[in-house]
């Protein structure tokens, strides 16, 4: 972690803490301090040198032959403020450069308000930019199939939600039947701080990044042919207005007995929490299991005993029990849509 800040490679920065808990050190013992690590005396030689060149260690005085380490409040200080003066020479460089493209921007054409991007690597390279360069927001569609990359393999998302950009999205529930989406990794999206919610359908694959830019794959096939860049202009306004529409209508995800509100929280598990959850997404018995990976059968007990809680006798009037009586915190879920409830009375196993 200290080499990412400060610029100094791992072995540096490993040599540098080995060094602070020592008086002093010579060659030979910086090589044996690191020796777990196969660091040679050339390795520990280059490495103090190095260190003395960052103004993070210095010779001892009457013998040359020992460093001392710098006190890391004064170099580390140091290095801190040259890179902090670094990143605010970038930002403005940054803003300058915004100015420049808004006012090129304002000249466009109706035809450049869209650009074509073509091939698999370079709309991978583009989904991953956007992302890397998100400041506020991320609002994204997902739908089957996977194109660029799967949620497992999205280490952009990942790294913008750790630096604070609020991501929202909306999952079609296909693939929680699916286990393209697992419920695991909606739980450890929810707990980094993204927004994650379920519709019956998702119109198409798209990514907004700070209200600004939208990326949208070219075919909802499976292969990835290209996808289109929409800059600022009513097509970009429209496809936020769809999103916001669909965000409004969807289902958020029920994580646990955190999001349930009065007596029955403390009247269910977390286990039942996720079964009720699910079923509120719009999965059906079958789905559920497979998403816990427990067996039919146990879903089928859990829902017949939140079904004896609630007082109704059937799959549907327990959803909307549970979403309308108080059983549900604001914003953990909402009431399943009608086409929501005519599907679930169709696909439902029976109780047995």
Do not use: C
């Not at 420049?100 to 709309?123: E, F, K, L, N, Q």
């Not at 919610?197 to 119109?203: E, K, L, T």
């Not at 286990?271 to 999965?283: I, K, N, Q, T």
């Amino acid at each position: 972690m200290l080499g990412d800040v400060l610029g100094l490679t791992p072995d540096e920065a490993l040599a540098y803490s080995e060094l602070v808990a020592m008086p002093s050190a010579s060659v030979a013992d910086m090589a044996t301090a690191l020796s777990t690590f196969g660091t040679s005396l050339g390795d520990a030689h280059r490495l103090l040198r190095r260190l003395e060149e960052h103004g993070l260690a210095s010779r001892i005085t009457g013998d040359e032959r020992r460093f001392a380490a710098a006190p890391p409040a004064i170099a580390l200080g140091a290095l801190l403020a040259r890179r902090q003066d670094e990143v605010r020479h970038a930002e403005l460089e940054l803003n300058r450069l915004e100015e420049v493209y808004r006012v090129s921007a304002a000249g466009r054409g109706p035809t450049d308000v869209v650009d074509v991007i073509r091939g698999d690597d370079a709309v991978r390279h583009r989904f991953e930019q956007l992302q890397l360069g998100a400041r506020e927001s991320v609002d994204a569609f997902v739908r089957p199939p996977v194109i660029v990359t799967s949620s497992q393999e999205n280490s952009a998302e990942d790294k913008a939600v750790a630096r604070g950009v609020q991501y929202r999205v909306v999952v079609e529930r296909s693939m929680l039947e699916s286990q393209d989406v697992t419920v695991d990794e909606a739980v450890e999206a929810t707990e980094a701080g993204e927004e994650v919610r379920f519709a019956d359908g998702v119109p198409l694959k798209l990514m907004v990044v700070d209200r600004q830019l939208a990326l949208m794959p070219l075919t909802s096939s499976g292969d990835v042919v290209g996808a289109l860049l929409v800059r600022e202009s009513t097509l970009l306004d429209a496809l936020l207005a769809l999103f916001e529409n669909v965000w409004d209508r969807a289902t958020p995800m029920l994580m646990g007995t955190s999001g349930l509100a009065g007596d029955v929280a403390q009247q269910v598990d977390d286990e039942d929490a996720r079964v009720l959850g699910l079923m509120l997404a719009g999965l059906t018995d079958q789905a559920v299991a497979k998403q816990l990976g427990t067996s039919l059968r146990t879903v089928q007990r859990r829902v017949r005993a939140l079904m004896d809680l609630a007082g109704v006798e059937t799959r549907v009037q327990l959803g909307w029990h549970a979403a309308t009586s108080g059983w549900v915190r604001p914003g953990a879920a909402g009431p399943p849509a009608a086409d929501d409830v005519e599907r679930d009375v169709a696909a439902s196993a029976p109780m047995t």
